[in-house]
């Protein structure tokens, strides 16, 4: 089982929509869980982090963190055609980030 | 703030050279620094970890006496590609996380290396 499990997608949306990316991790010991956007040919981009279960809201962004079931998601309201990248998964168990494969967002306007 | 930058953005190298690779924090002093390689339509695989003034750590299976990785200072780190081949040909990325910060880290904007 891979540490970091995302489908690679790609997920369609239209514009306006709720993208709807998740993202299940292996490692129960982790704490540390963040969210990349990743244009093509460019670096990572930290869109969100979260530490403890709930939600965490930043702007279109929501973050939600399931410890127990392992399982963090990421919400993207009035999705919009700059949307469309890869987004990483990153989890840290100790002192290094694990990425998933990543989840290709298509925007469509 | 958190900038991190990375020299060369891209190069093409014959076979069997070496290439060095510099990133650096530009605001802010990073006691950790971390190498990434990622290939076409892959996510990103750590390759080493480095710590001001000590040996850097590396993953299984990177080669240490291949990839060279110096971290000299609180604002550079650097990787040399020594005897590059084809199969190094990759996009380079590095990240640093501020002095006494332990969740935050700020990704270079990597290099692209083409090996002919």
């Known amino acids: 089982q891979k540490e970091v499990e995302q489908n690679s997608g790609p997920l369609s949306v239209p514009e306006g929509a709720i993208a709807s990316l998740n993202c299940t991790y292996s490692?129960?010991?982790?704490?540390?869980f963040f969210w990349y956007r990743q244009y093509s040919g460019k670096s990572p981009e930290l869109i969100m982090s979260?530490?403890?279960?709930g939600d965490k809201e930043d702007g279109r962004f929501t973050a939600q963190l399931n410890k127990a079931s392992q399982y963090v998601s990421l919400l993207i309201r009035d999705s919009q055609p700059s949307d469309s990248a890869t987004y990483l998964c990153?989890?840290?168990?100790?002192?290094?980030?694990?990425f998933g494969t990543g989840t290709r967002l298509l925007v469509s306007p | 703030g958190a900038v991190v930058s990375q020299h060369p953005s891209r190069v093409i190298c014959k076979s069997g050279t070496s290439v060095k690779i510099e990133c650096r924090s530009l605001?802010?002093?990073?006691?950790?620094m971390f190498w990434y390689r990622q290939f076409p339509k892959k996510s990103l695989m750590l390759m080493a970890t480095?710590?001001?003034?000590?040996?850097?750590?590396?993953e299984q299976g990177v080669e240490k006496d291949k990839f060279l990785i110096n971290h000299a200072s609180l604002t550079l780190s650097t990787l040399t590609v020594t005897s590059a081949h084809p199969e190094d040909s990759s996009f380079y990325i590095c990240?640093?996380?501020?002095?006494?910060?332990?969740?935050?880290?700020?990704f270079g904007p990597g290099t692209r290396l083409t090996v002919l």
């Open positions: 990240s640093a996380r501020p002095r006494g910060q332990y969740n935050e880290q700020f």
């Open positions: 490692d129960r010991v982790s704490q540390s």
């Open positions: 979260i530490y403890s279960n």
């Open positions: 990153a989890v840290r168990p100790f002192q290094k980030l694990v």
């Open positions: 605001d802010f002093q990073a006691t950790t």
């Open positions: 480095s710590n001001e003034g000590s040996k850097a750590t590396y």
